[in-house]
């Protein structure tokens, strides 16, 4: 079964400063998609970034942007100039034909 | 702007009685999904459809039960809650290919 590994419980960054959160994956499949996904607190789960395996390209959106290591099974994302309303957990998440594994997510603190 | 729907968005209820927690969306995906999620925590698929008459559990043992008659509905239903069933539920869907689930905002459960 995939399973999916965030290794940083919570993770603490300057406003605009920048920060990357960790997130691996086992899995045997060659064809899938990653995602990252943001939860503010109590509010709604947002997808933040989609990366899908067959690309060798990073995805970017805006601040955000993913370094995808496909033979690392390694999918991590890049904060760039941290705002205060980034803060929020981070979850990322990996589908293949069936369903989405999310790991365990990580708290992220923006400090003024 | 949500286009999938939780109602209550929050609900306290005493030991025993049978609840439905509603979602809905207007997308027309045929897939949807419940999580339950205890705050800032992971997420735990509980229940999942691919389509109106089709329902499956998921991962997490649970006591709840689904139904999927029309393609936009997927309400859960709990017969007997339990103060272990204090959590947050939160629904999900997605359209076929590279897309991502979108949210909706969670019903958050108090057992008393």
């Known amino acids: 079964a995939q399973t999916v590994t965030q290794s940083q419980p919570e993770m603490s960054v300057q406003e605009a400063e920048t920060v990357t959160l960790s997130c691996t994956y086992d899995?045997?499949?060659?064809?899938?998609?990653l995602f990252w996904y943001k939860q503010p607190p109590s509010r709604q789960m947002i997808l933040v970034i989609r990366?899908?395996?067959?690309?060798?390209q990073n995805a970017t959106e805006n601040r955000f942007s993913v370094n995808f290591q496909k033979a690392a099974k390694s999918f991590s994302l890049k904060i760039s100039d941290s705002q205060l309303g980034d803060a929020a957990m981070y979850f990322c998440a990996y589908r293949s034909v069936n369903d989405m594994r999310f790991g365990a997510g990580t708290r992220l603190t923006v400090k003024p | 702007e949500a286009d999938i729907y939780q109602t209550p968005r929050y609900l306290v209820i005493g030991t025993g009685k049978k609840i439905t927690l509603e979602c809905s969306q207007t997308m027309g995906h045929d897939k949807m999904y419940w999580y339950q999620q205890d705050p800032g925590m992971e997420l735990h698929l509980i229940h999942y459809?691919?389509?109106?008459?089709?329902?499956e559990k998921g991962d997490l043992s649970s006591e709840s039960t689904v139904s999927r008659i029309r393609t936009e509905h997927f309400p859960l239903t709990l017969e007997s809650a339990r103060p272990s069933h204090t959590s947050q539920y939160l629904c999900?869907?997605?359209?076929?290919?590279?897309?991502?689930?979108?949210f909706g905002s969670g019903t958050r459960l108090t057992v008393v």
């Open positions: 899995t045997s499949e060659s064809d899938y998609y």
């Open positions: 999900a869907s997605r359209p076929g290919g590279a897309e991502g689930y979108t």
């Open positions: 459809s691919y389509g109106v008459n089709s329902t």
């Open positions: 990366q899908e395996a067959y690309k060798q």
